[in-house]
């Protein structure tokens, strides 16, 4: 059972009506074992998305064509910024890199406004050096949040 609270100054409370359902299933008085977690903001998780989409649409052509999708990209970016785990084969000898996840489950908070901020000074990097100024692929992102 994952259920979201609040902190009060009466204590936990449940946090949304679905929370409150599944708190009533508890009956009072049981002794429950809880593993607190900050949620990772929802609209920042969207917003580095937008980031990666924009990005990929100021990407020339052929960079679409030699990555060949949105996902591949924004590996590829995690791989670039330093977010990254080898891959070994069966003789221990590293053979590739594969970005790390950045799922809700693996990454908290400030370790994904890290990973946000290095992207982002990647894409830069790379809008830079195609010809797109930092000012003009600022403009060109807000038009994707």
């Not at 359902?21 to 969207?46: M, W």
């Amino acid at each position: 059972m994952e259920i979201h609270l609040v902190r009060t100054s009466l204590g936990l409370q449940a946090y949304a009506d679905e929370d409150y359902e599944q708190l009533r299933k508890i009956k009072v008085g049981s002794v429950v074992k809880a593993n607190i977690v900050r949620p990772r903001n929802v609209k920042f998780h969207r917003k580095f998305f937008s980031l990666i989409r924009a990005a990929w649409d100021c990407l020339t052509e052929q960079q679409r064509i030699n990555l060949r999708s949105v996902e591949t990209f924004r590996e590829q970016l995690l791989i670039t910024s330093g977010f990254s785990e080898p891959l070994y084969d069966l003789n221990g000898q590293k053979f590739l890199e594969r970005a790390k996840s950045i799922s809700f489950a693996k990454m908290d908070e400030p370790a994904f406004n890290e990973v946000y901020s290095k992207v982002l000074d990647t894409i830069l990097t790379i809008m830079v050096a195609d010809g797109v100024s930092e000012d003009e692929f600022n403009n060109i992102l807000k038009n994707y949040t």
